[in-house]
């Protein structure tokens, strides 16, 4: 049969594959079922999920931008020196600030 190696931080293990056969109990001898309301959350919403949370950090995403991007125009509007030139004027700016938190 096929060799398998499995290794960890400190162990390492050789399995030996002797048959393609799926025992019936399969589920139950590595841990998992399928009757876990993970399983069943996952099967019926991930997709969703998914959608919601790629959504979501694009919201994020964006807002941070404008927001930076709003933070350093009020600086240049105060007459500071723009951050290309080496100005660190947008460091004392709180819109800069929430928009790099966000």
Do not use: M
């Amino acid at each position: 049969g096929s060799l398998i190696t499995l290794s960890c931080l400190s162990h390492r293990a050789v399995c030996q594959v002797i048959s393609g056969d799926v025992p019936a109990d399969s589920a139950q001898d590595n841990g998992t079922s399928d009757n876990s309301w993970i399983t069943r959350l996952e099967s019926n919403y991930g997709f969703y999920i998914g959608l919601g949370l790629a959504v979501f950090s694009s919201f994020l995403i964006g807002s941070s931008v404008i927001l930076k991007k709003k933070g350093l125009l009020r600086l240049v509007e105060k007459g500071g020196t723009r951050a290309g030139d080496g100005g660190h004027g947008y460091l004392k700016d709180w819109l800069w600030w929430a928009g790099l938190l966000t």
